[in-house]
């Protein structure tokens, strides 16, 4: 009798499979849908496999997390340098850089929205690996520009990120956020609204 096909698959296939399997879960389901019993009728191998190749769902939830983040590092570097620009147009590019990586990135906003409402050292430690990716484009992107004395432009611009993330993830599940529809008109408002917001900063 011939081997099923799941036995004739090497191993990198089949942990291929499975990582496949659990973003597909996570996008369909969400992460309350994401269990090894799942993950492998998704990927139609036996659930032991998920054991033995990834030591159960965390193990799959780290490759997706770390593939979700590889494609945020591109996206992010994909972005044209602007030389010597001043701190609001960086502030800008920024805001709205990261605004366009993870609102490209389905994945990336399904994990934040599981850390929103779970803690755990995984999602933790996923949120801080993703937070590297910002701060590593930033600190390679970052001019070399006085920080002006007065105001506290540090603070102002992780409010305006974590409002950026939120309409992110606000466009992701429904159609607007505070009375603004998050369609291709409504982030161009957002957009002429954060220029208004920025006008704190230096020129």
Same mark, same amino acid.
């Given at each position: 009798?011939?081997?099923?096909?799941?036995?004739? #698959? &090497?191993? %990198?296939?089949?942990?291929?499979?499975?990582?496949?399997? *659990?973003?597909? /879960?996570?996008?369909?389901? =969400?992460?309350?849908? +994401?269990?090894?019993?799942?993950?492998?009728?998704?990927? $139609?191998?036996? #659930?032991?496999?998920?054991?033995?190749?990834?030591? $159960?769902?965390? *193990?799959?939830?780290?490759? /997706?997390?770390?593939?979700?983040?590889?494609?945020?590092?591109?996206?992010?570097?994909?972005?044209?340098?602007?030389?010597?620009? &001043?701190?609001?147009?960086?502030?800008?590019?920024?805001?709205?850089?990261?605004?366009?990586?993870?609102?490209?990135? %389905?994945?990336?906003?399904? +994990?934040?929205?599981?850390? +929103?409402? @779970?803690?755990?050292?995984?999602? #933790?430690?996923? @949120?801080?690996?993703?937070?590297?990716?910002?701060?590593?484009?930033?600190?390679?992107?970052?001019?070399?520009?006085?920080?002006?004395?007065? $105001?506290?432009?540090?603070?102002?611009?992780?409010?305006?990120?974590?409002?950026?993330?939120?309409?992110?993830?606000? *466009?992701?599940?429904?159609?607007?956020?505070? =009375?603004?529809?998050?369609?291709?008109?409504?982030?161009?408002? /957002?957009?002429?609204?954060?220029?208004?917001?920025? &006008?704190?900063?230096?020129?």
């Amino acid at each position: 009798m011939a081997d099923s096909p799941v036995r004739l #698959r &090497s191993r %990198p296939a089949t942990e291929a499979l499975i990582v496949e399997a *659990g973003e597909r /879960i996570l996008l369909r389901d =969400g992460f309350p849908g +994401l269990n090894v019993q799942t993950l492998a009728a998704e990927a $139609g191998c036996d #659930r032991k496999l998920v054991y033995r190749y990834f030591d $159960g769902v965390e *193990g799959v939830v780290d490759r /997706i997390a770390a593939r979700a983040d590889a494609a945020l590092a591109a996206s992010l570097a994909s972005i044209p340098r602007v030389e010597t620009p &001043s701190l609001r147009t960086f502030a800008r590019i920024s805001l709205l850089t990261w605004s366009a990586a993870l609102r490209a990135s %389905p994945l990336s906003l399904r +994990l934040m929205a599981w850390a +929103l409402v @779970e803690d755990s050292a995984l999602l #933790r430690r996923i @949120e801080a690996d993703r937070g590297a990716v910002l701060q590593a484009w930033l600190r390679e992107r970052r001019p070399r520009l006085r920080v002006p004395p007065e $105001g506290d432009p540090t603070a102002l611009n992780a409010v305006l990120m974590a409002a950026v993330q939120q309409l992110a993830l606000s *466009g992701a599940i429904r159609d607007g956020f505070g =009375g603004v529809p998050l369609d291709e008109p409504g982030w161009r408002r /957002i957009e002429a609204a954060l220029d208004e917001l920025l &006008s704190a900063f230096p020129d």
